[in-house]
């Protein structure tokens, strides 16, 4: 007696959309800049999402080094993404969008700079007579209480320095120096010449050099 093998299709369950979401949002995290912005103005919204986690660090330090005002700069911070938004079609490939993007908010953190003093900078550095950059040292940043109360007080100098360089000098250093942009990036951004640039970085970190040499002069061994 013969056994008949029934076979049983399996059936290929469609995918949800919760699942195809991800797989798109997987495929844009690795797209560059440039093609985000073209998904953007094409209609992807959350091309813009990702721009927006990409650089809102970024942005908020950069800002935060104009103003030294965090609850400010979180408000510069949303301007800047709302333009963004809004003048998405204006952007054009030819520029390099982090450049693009940095000129909006170098526009708005100079206009509130007329109305604020403060600012702050995270890494100095400065160059010798060969006009090679180093690094001035800053105190280690471990916690501790004496450490951190050490901090805060040498912050005050740092921002009392910086508001006593003219703001052409102290826009171009943090570009430089806390931003690690490019010359040729910081140029675009300022609308500057380069040579005016690399002049004013270097005049910016001596100033600043002078002014904090006795916080943070070397050590005598």
Known sequence: ???????????????????????????????????????????????????????????????????????RCEDLLQETFLRVYRNRHSYQRIAKFSTWLYTIAGNLARSEYRKRKRRRVYSIQSVNRDDEEYEIALPDETFSPDKHAESIIQDKYIQEALSSIPPDFREVVVLRDVQQLTYEEIAQITGLPMGTVKSRINRGRTKLQALLKDIYAPEEV
């Open 1 to 71: 007696m013969l056994h008949r093998t029934r076979i049983v299709k399996k059936t290929q369950r469609p995918r949800s959309e919760e699942a195809e979401q991800q797989d798109r949002l997987a495929l844009l995290q690795q797209m560059s800049d440039e093609d985000l912005m073209e998904q953007f103005q094409a209609g992807t919204v959350e091309a813009f999402n990702i721009l927006v986690e990409r650089y809102s660090e970024r942005l908020m330090h950069y800002l935060y080094g104009f103003l030294g005002d965090a609850r």
